[in-house]
């Protein structure tokens, strides 16, 4: 372990990024990439930052609320999606405002933007008007439905990607309605899905000198994951969309009650379902040829869940968990929130981190994720809070540009930055 910590700049120290995202799915992809050690440097307007930096729940020195009690509240969302970022304010409408905005696309490698198609071509900052500044530049747009194809323009939101791409159809019991997944999945596995392609296309720069467009959209990635469930097949199978807690090509694999609670266990494997019949003392099944067929468990898996939840209705969740992680089967009690705060292995993974305020001091301990990616030698992560609006003018417009003070003070006084 002696090389874990050989530096803490990150693999991607030395890579800068503008960062012209809003909400979620674009502020997590740069959040990953600063996380990797990129210099991320937003660009907000000087009138208003993202809309989830003034959005609820607001965190401040009194704590969490829905209102905001004093200027210097903050958004949480945007405290936890803006960590190690830099903030400057530009004016874009303005001829100015470009000029500036080109002197740090020539001196970037990446820019990423969650704009609707059309809106990055009305400003001015398109790929094809980009390229034409820094032909090496690595320009990554995350749209809802793609910046191409017949629905492109559409507006689109996390929850109206979820049921467009297919998630709600497939999340919920059988007999009930479609959900969403309890989290903003979508905008989540889309900034993840686009560190992935901006770093690709970041690898091939380094060997072409040249940049290129990254088109990421939300429903392309949902479905990506969604699709992997033979969904086309259901029907022929007798299988209904919405399968709750299960994976419909194994059995048992679901959530069953304990005598305290519920806890949730599979079987992936003939050899998954022999370790968990030995578990539940039920070795007699494994003589019964049907009941070692996966098939057959499938398609009778009401009988196979009822084997095992005979067995976990004798037990405490804490007796089944215990029982199970001696048998080597894969089980885990559901853990809310309180039980997440409290597992030591997050702690002991950094993955439990404190929120912290740019400017107040806070009393209330409030959690955000840690950075969910090991380096073995450059590892990085969070190491700073977000910024306040513009917190980074003097260090990108005097340090990165050359400005003198007195431009910065003009630029300031009209309302250019």
Known sequence: MASAMTTRQGALHGVRVLDLTRFYSGPFATLMLAGFGAEVIRIDTPEQGDPAMTGPPFLGKDGVALDRKHDSDLGLAYLKRCRDKKSITLNMRTAEGMELFHALLRKSDILVENLRPGAAERLGVDYEANRQVNPSIVHCALTGYGSTGADRRLKAYDLMIQAAAGLMSITGAPDGGPSKAGTALADGITGAFAVSGILAALTEQRISGRGQFVDVAMADCLLSLVLDEPLDCYPQMGMAPRQGNRIMRFSPFNTYATRDGAIALGAATNEDWLAL?????????????????????????????????????????????????????????????????????????????????????????VIGAGFPIKMGRTHKGYTAPAPTLGQNNQEIYGGLLGLSGERIDDLKSRRII
Not at 304 to 315: F, K, N, Q, S, Y
Not at 323 to 335: F, H, K, T, Y
């Open 277 to 365: 019949l030995g578990v539940m003392d039920r070795l007699d099944l494994a003589a019964d040829a049907k009941f070692m067929n996966t098939g057959w468990r499938v398609a009778n898996n009401a009988v196979i869940d009822a084997v095992v939840t005979e067995w976990t209705l004798g037990r405490t969740t804490a007796e089944a968990i215990e029982a199970l992680n001696r048998g080597d089967v894969a089980a885990s009690p559901i853990r809310g929130i309180d039980d997440i705060l409290a597992w030591e292995h997050l702690g002991a993974r950094d993955m439990l981190q404190t929120v912290e305020h740019p400017t107040e001091p806070l009393e209330q301990r």
